[in-house]
């Protein structure tokens, strides 16, 4: 077979296969990983439609991670998608008031993450037994709340790995606090951190450019590895179920093959709406990435003037795993619209990270001529739940919501009558609080969280997902609270405490 490489998107002379960039997360300068070309789809659109999720997950994932035995690979899939979702059809595509929802919260805990991060650790072990490093990897995770809980499950008790995650102390939802500090597991390690996610997120980009702490970790038999939306072992999973969602539509007969379909994505990392351009360049007949945003709206901004400034007002909104003023991710999409120049993209990544700005050249701008940001206000996503409530008794949740909001926006624009699948990334049982209050205003402002999880699932027919039930009674294990400053401290204190 044809070896893929990777590169880095600030170092062009790098070359590396998939199972070490699945190992490293994170180029050493900095840079992000990514593939040289874009394999084509291995099959016909109708070869693909018949397969079942982990059929089509083997599939698409083999073209990218070319490394990986068929022996391997099958085995990662196996063990990622299996009676931990809920749902047999792992992704399933629920139509509501014409549009088409991917459900993408079938797993562990409820939100997309699962998709991908039931499945990296098990890339990952792989990948680090075929680089035969030996040493243990550690996770190092930021965390706007999903992420966290998400790969705190994937990673628990998974034997050479351990898990520290960050998240911000008051930028997270209650239950998603609750998820992260109560989980078990022998390798896993939790902190509150007194700053915002982007704080978080830097100061762990700063550890992994540490050499000084790197080669301490190393000493003690360590290897740093990221589990964030960075990792080319997170983008690859997530490439799978837009192809999947399109073969639901070829099956149910609601687009021919080839027919075009637009892709809404409600965003914030850039990360899942970067594999669905994946699956457009794979040959996936896509017409419209709607790239949606909450009140950070600096992505929108992006796709209207070609600017990218993050130097604006933060706000917490509903959506808070969209509260993001850096969309790590977007730097590949940068990097392939330059002309995969690593020389271009770094320097409009040196003016990000000293001027908080930098603008896109005309060229460039012409290549994102698919992609369309819109945004939806705390309002306007309240509205969203309601009214397609109202309508259909479809509940969603608050960052699903500004999808769908977005895509209301969207076709009010353009009388764009294209197929559109939203992509669903939350169970609305995370957000009870923000889905009540849309639906049935200010009955529920200070009713205790599982009262209004009972509520949820009264009033819209659905049973409360296990992954609520199992947090209702457990225990608080994970106390610690840092400041911003001092997170190299507790990583350090937690891997080689005692020595
Ligand atoms: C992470 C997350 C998003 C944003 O996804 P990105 O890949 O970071 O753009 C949206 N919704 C939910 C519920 C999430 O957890």
């Known amino acids: 077979m044809n070896r893929l490489s990777y590169t880095s998107t600030r170092d062009n002379t790098l070359k590396i296969g998939a199972a070490e960039a699945v190992v490293r997360g994170l180029s050493q300068e900095g840079g992000l990983f990514v593939p040289e070309r874009i394999p084509g789809l291995p099959l ?33 899939i196996d063990r990622a998608y299996d009676e931990k979702f809920d749902d047999p059809a792992i992704a399933p595509l629920k139509e509501a008031g014409g549009t088409y929802y991917l459900e993408l919260f079938h797993g562990p805990t409820i939100a997309f993450k699962d998709m991908a991060l039931s499945i990296l650790p098990h890339l990952m072990t792989t990948a680090a037994k075929k680089e035969g490093t030996g040493n243990d990897i550690v996770i190092l995770t930021a965390t706007s709340g999903d992420t966290g809980k998400a790969a705190l499950s994937g990673f628990a008790d998974v034997e050479g790995t351990r898990i520290i995650v960050f998240f911000p102390k008051d930028g997270v939802s209650p239950i998603q606090k609750r998820q992260m500090v109560t989980q078990k597991g022998s390798n896993v390690f939790v902190a509150a951190v007194e700053g915002n996610f982007d704080d978080c997120q830097s100061a762990v980009k700063r550890m992994f450019a540490d050499t000084a702490l790197k080669e301490k970790a190393g000493a003690g038999g360590f290897q740093f590895s990221s589990a964030n939306s960075i990792n080319i072992g997170r983008l690859v999973p997530q490439i799978v179920y837009y192809i999947y969602a399109y073969g639901q539509l070829m099956n149910r007969g609601a687009v021919r093959e080839g027919e075009e379909i637009n892709i809404v994505v409600p965003t914030g990392n850039f990360g899942n709406i970067l594999a669905a351009y994946y699956a457009k360049n794979m040959g996936l007949p896509v017409k419209r990435l709607i790239c949606a945003s909450n009140e950070n709206k600096v992505l929108y901004d992006f796709f209207r003037d070609g600017v990218y400034d993050k130097n604006r007002k933060f706000f917490l909104t509903s959506s808070p795993s969209m509260d993001i003023l850096i969309s790590s991710n977007l730097e590949r999409l940068i990097y392939h619209i330059c002309s995969d120049s690593a020389e271009r993209n770094s320097e409009l990544m040196r003016q990000l990270a000293e001027e908080g700005k930098y603008a896109i050249t005309p060229q460039m701008k012409e290549l994102l001529k698919d992609f369309r940001g819109y945004y939806a206000s705390e309002e306007e996503t309240g509205s969203r739940i309601a009214s397609l409530f109202k309508e259909t008794g479809y509940v969603i949740d608050p960052h699903t919501a500004v999808a769908s909001a977005s895509y ?92």
């Open 44 to 76: 016909s659109l109708s070869g693909l439609a018949k397969l079942n999720y982990k059929e089509l997950s083997y599939e698409i994932m083999k073209e990218f991670l070319t490394g990986f035995t068929e022996e391997e690979l099958k085995s990662c």
């Open 408 to 499: 209301e926006k969207y076709k009010s624009d353009t009388g764009d009558s294209t197929v559109s699948v939203i992509a669903s990334t939350a169970s609305p049982f995370k957000f009870s609080r923000s889905v009540l209050g849309a639906i049935e205003p200010g009955r529920y402002s200070d009713g205790a969280d599982f009262e209004l999880i009972d509520r949820l699932s009264e009033l819209s027919g659905v049973a409360v997902p296990p992954a609520i039930d199992e947090i209702r009674n457990a225990p608080v294990l994970h106390k610690c609270v840092c400041e911003k400053e001092r997170m190299g401290e507790v990583v350090t204190d937690y891997l080689l405490g005692g020595r």
